[in-house]
């Protein structure tokens, strides 16, 4: 069966190495959290909102191991009062696990998306 598990972040500036920090933070979670085998991720999606250019986030994604992942990036929407300097992702992964056990994750600024998420 096929589960999305969604997870978003921010970063405070628009730095490579803040970018790769807190998306790699974020993978780290979601992959703790939901017990994650990168065999079983069919694909990883990112987007990020339009503040964010200095990296892609799926380079944090390769950075951590995902070599054989097959990952997508795209820009989010410019959207009023939307949240900014924001990384989100969608994973895919072949899972037996029902929709209830899988763990979303937002971190930082992110929070404010899913609160009825947060830990």
Known sequence: MLRGIRGATTVEN???S???KRTSELLTKLVEENNIQLEDIGAAIFS???DIT?????AAAREIGWSEVPLFGAQEMDADN???MCIRV??????NKPQTDIHHIYLHGAQVLRPDLVK
């Open 14 to 16: 628009n730095e490579r």
């Open 18 to 20: 803040s970018i790769v």
């Open 48 to 50: 990020a909102t339009p």
């Open 54 to 58: 200095a990296a892609f986030p799926a």
């Open 82 to 84: 939307g949240p900014v």
């Open 90 to 95: 969608l994973i895919l992964l072949n899972t």
